[in-house]
């Protein structure tokens, strides 16, 4: 009697490797940065969630590109999201200032997380809704995580600038993390800026801002952080006016599924701009 034959598992490419990588390193980055809490190190625990979030945007647009994707990946970039977006930051925070709140600090901790997780949650849910315009794809409902994250250290990266007591106040703090949890998991609709597209005319003009924004990077890293999270929190109003206007003038221009779909939810998550969140 013949025993049956063992399945070979398959090795896998290295291209379907290389995305998931991306996102461990994002998470260990989130974790890292709860560590350098711990030992007070402020700059750097708001450096580690920054790279975070840069290697949140990279690994779904490396997923694309090396045809890459897997349920396995999305599943894991969600996971990485709500630990380097929702836990990390507000831990830090919590170290930071808001330890002198007591119980009411731990509380806003917690439902910073948990707004995050919802948040999440509900892109994820709402990638398989094939009703939606398909100008909807440029809008997320609410702020995405790692713009959450990146709202929620303003008051951190504000006090690396000595602008005085202020930004170290847990009471601002504490009212300033619930208010960005708010944002997480409101109906508001925000940019998602995944489908912006350069006209060739502008190609040279946009390559020396990026040059000119990694240069003030370097030199102002908190200055330019917390200028491009202010620049954020302004476009808000204008993607909710646009939202309403398109909302009015093309109730039912074709759908979500008219659209070629995306590989997988990772490779349009938030972070990359990603649909995720």
């Known amino acids: 009697m013949?025993?049956?034959?063992r399945r070979r598992l398959r090795n896998?490419?290295?291209?379907?490797?290389?995305?998931?990588?991306l996102?461990?390193?994002?998470?260990?980055?989130?974790?890292?940065s709860m560590r350098f809490a711990l030992q007070e190190r402020w700059e750097m625990a708001v450096a580690a969630i920054v790279v975070a979030a840069i290697l949140d945007g990279l690994d779904g647009r490396l997923a694309r590109l090396l045809k890459g994707a897997s349920k396995f990946g999305a599943e894991l970039d969600s996971l990485s999201d709500f630990v380097c977006f929702g836990v990390a930051p507000a831990f830090v925070l919590h170290q930071w200032t808001?330890?002198?709140?007591?119980?009411?600090?731990?509380?806003?901790v917690l439902g910073f997380a948990v707004c995050c997780a919802l948040r999440l949650a509900?892109?994820?849910t709402a990638l398989e809704d094939p009703d939606r315009p398909a100008w909807s794809a440029n809008y997320f409902t609410g702020v995405a995580a790692p713009a959450g994250a990146g709202l929620a250290l303003i008051p951190v990266m504000l006090s690396f600038l000595e602008l005085g007591a202020l930004p170290r106040s847990p009471y601002l703090n504490g009212a300033w993390m619930a208010a960005v949890a708010f944002l997480m998991v409101s109906q508001i609709p925000t940019y998602s800026f995944?489908?912006?597209?350069?006209?060739?005319d502008m190609i040279m003009p946009m390559l020396l801002l990026v040059a000119l924004g990694a240069a003030a990077l370097a030199m102002y890293p908190w200055i330019t952080l917390s200028s491009v999270a202010t620049a954020y929190l302004i476009s808000i109003p204008f993607a909710f006016f646009s939202h309403a206007k398109l909302s009015r003038t093309r109730p039912d221009e074709g759908d979500i599924s008219d659209t070629p779909p995306p590989p997988r939810p990772e490779a349009d998550r938030e972070?990359?701009?990603q649909i995720i969140h």
């Open 2 to 5: 013949r025993r049956p034959r």
């Open 12 to 21: 896998l490419p290295i291209n379907s490797l290389l995305p998931n990588m």
């Open 122 to 124: 509900r892109f994820n």
């Open 271 to 273: 972070g990359d701009s």
């Open 98 to 108: 808001l330890f002198e709140l007591r119980g009411v600090g731990w509380i806003l």
């Open 23 to 32: 996102t461990v390193l994002a998470l260990c980055a989130g974790l890292t």
């Open 194 to 200: 995944k489908k912006l597209r350069v006209r060739r």
